[in-house]
């Protein structure tokens, strides 16, 4: 088992790839703690964990809100004793978000105060916790858009994504030297609810699709599986990446500096 005896948290928990995640880490020997403002959905994860493959809870956790993050990594550490992985995968991808002029001022601070801001609150209590375990693993989602940006607009979407990107590599570099890894993982377009409901026509679907050497979308197992190797001990000399998991569509744009 590449985690046994592991403790990780996963924001997003219930659904899509903080779903497939959470029951691959269990699975690999982690105890997992599932963060969701989704309670339904998030305490079925946690039961299928402990019914099936190992140990499992659920915390309801709004990430932008800095009470319940610290919730949720108390809840950690008095569940199972210590915080080994944070993976900070919580998002919203908003409807109406769309260029500068279209999208409303509203849009864009609930999309920065889940996509970024939860993040900053995950690590500003996730990081004290893995100090106490003598370090561990953050891994944070970002998307294949921070790198090349998107064909259909979703500009504060795309901005929160590139403030990950950038609040990783300087988290990688500050906390390099208490063995606290932190890397960024960029998927590329997924079949998951929330980018269906984004891209709401086939023709939204054949845009982004067309981009996508591979010519389909990705699944969230897919992306379950890169995080299981940036949380693994196999990425051990891997930090401050942006681990693109994307079909090739990045490789396909962008030129190399």
């Known amino acids: 088992m590449r985690l046994k005896d592991?403790?990780?948290v996963i924001t997003g928990g219930a659904s899509g790839i903080g779903r497939e995640t959470a029951l691959l880490f269990a699975n690999e020997g982690a105890s997992v703690v599932v963060a969701d403002v989704s309670d339904e959905a998030g305490k079925d994860v946690a039961a299928e964990i402990g019914k099936t493959v190992g140990h499992g809870?659920?915390?309801?956790?709004?990430?932008?809100?800095?009470?319940?993050?610290?919730s949720m990594i108390s809840m950690a550490e008095t569940a199972f004793g210590k915080l080994d992985i944070l993976f900070n995968n919580?998002?919203?991808m908003d409807g109406a978000d769309d260029d500068a002029v279209t999208t409303a001022e509203a849009i864009w601070d609930r999309t920065m105060a889940i996509n970024l801001k939860g993040v900053f609150f995950g690590c500003k209590y996730g990081v004290p916790a893995l100090r106490r375990n003598g370090g561990g693993v953050i891994i944070n989602t970002a998307s294949f858009v921070a790198v090349v940006g998107a064909a259909t607009p979703q500009l504060a979407y795309t901005a929160s994504k590139g403030g990950v990107l950038a609040m990783t590599r300087e988290l990688a570099t500050v906390h390099a030297r208490e063995n606290i890894?932190?890397?960024?993982?960029?998927?590329?377009?997924?079949?998951?609810?929330?980018?269906?409901?984004y891209l709401d026509t086939e023709e939204k679907r054949e845009r982004r699709l067309v981009h996508v050497p591979m010519g389909r979308f990705g699944e969230a197992k897919e992306m379950a599986q890169a995080a299981l190797y940036l949380a693994s001990e196999e990425s051990s000399y891997v930090t401050g990446t942006s681990f693109l998991v994307d079909g090739g569509?990045?490789?396909?744009?962008?030129?190399?500096?």
């Open 6 to 8: 592991k403790v990780a």
């Open 57 to 70: 809870c659920f915390v309801h956790a709004d990430v932008s809100k800095a009470a319940d993050c610290e």
């Open 90 to 92: 919580a998002g919203i």
């Open 181 to 197: 890894r932190v890397n960024a993982l960029c998927p590329g377009p997924l079949r998951t609810e929330l980018l269906m409901n």
């Open 249 to 257: 569509l990045t490789s396909a744009y962008v030129t190399p500096e």
